[in-house]
């Protein structure tokens, strides 16, 4: 069935270090794809998305690339700061403004 | 910008007894409400779907005479949880469609726990 998998956290790192969070998606045709962020006591703001492949979505530093033959849109940043700290969830547009999830993974940022 | 809210955040009720989660557009009209619940572990899995002024469209497996969803209004739509277990202990959230700027927005999510 329908599905979103990302990697399991927590994920730790240090500021300034790179970050990759993975995630991959089993969908019938080609759904526009997402990152959302929940910082702590908020509600999941969108991040980036992608609507066709090939598309690269990008805010904040953060960035990630549809890629159709691996059915892949993992999040990418560079240099992760403190306030980076959340939990961020990857997610497909099913349709009639319903969203396939993945699980979440949790980013720890050390300073 | 647009704000869905969440009440309560965190919720502990007694086995058997009901329980009700409200979430509210703040700043614009929503026709559509979704609910979503997390298990520890596993995704956001959506519940159902709230349209005002018409009966809620609930997700296969998931029980409507324990998950009563109102949308009465067009800023509030509202989840109970009625005779709750242990097993209902779970994270609620709540999104909200601004038809509008065609966008959707989610709340901060409740935590029910029963004990």
């Known amino acids: 069935g329908d599905s979103v998998t990302q990697m399991e956290g927590p994920v730790t790192l240090s500021e300034e270090a790179f970050l990759t969070i993975n995630c991959t998606y089993t969908a019938t045709g080609y759904p526009s794809l997402f990152w959302y962020v929940q910082y702590p006591g908020e509600g999941l703001q969108l991040l980036l998305k992608a609507t066709k492949a090939d598309d690269k979505g990008s805010n904040k530093g953060f960035e990630a690339t549809y890629r159709k033959e691996t059915t892949s849109f993992h999040l990418e940043k560079g240099s992760v700061q403190v306030s980076d700290s959340a939990v961020y969830f990857c997610?497909?547009?099913?349709?009639?403004?319903?969203?396939?999830f993945g699980t979440g993974t949790r980013l720890k940022v050390l300073a | 910008g647009a704000v869905v809210s969440q009440h309560p955040s965190w919720v502990i009720c007694k086995s058997g007894t009901s329980v009700k989660i409200e979430c509210r557009s703040l700043d614009f009209q929503a026709t559509t409400m979704f609910w979503y619940r997390q298990f520890p572990k596993q995704s956001l899995m959506l519940m159902a779907t709230s349209n005002e002024g018409s009966k809620a469209t609930y997700e296969q497996g998931v029980e409507k005479d324990k998950f009563l969803i109102n949308h009465a209004s067009l800023t509030l739509s509202t989840l109970t949880v009625t005779s709750a277990h242990p097993e209902d202990s779970s994270f609620y959230i709540c999104?909200?469609?601004?038809?509008?700027?065609?966008?959707?927005?989610f709340g901060e999510g409740s935590w029910l726990t029963v004990v």
């Open positions: 999104s909200a469609h601004d038809r509008a700027g065609d966008t959707i927005y």
């Open positions: 997610a497909y547009y099913s349709g009639t403004y319903k969203y396939i």
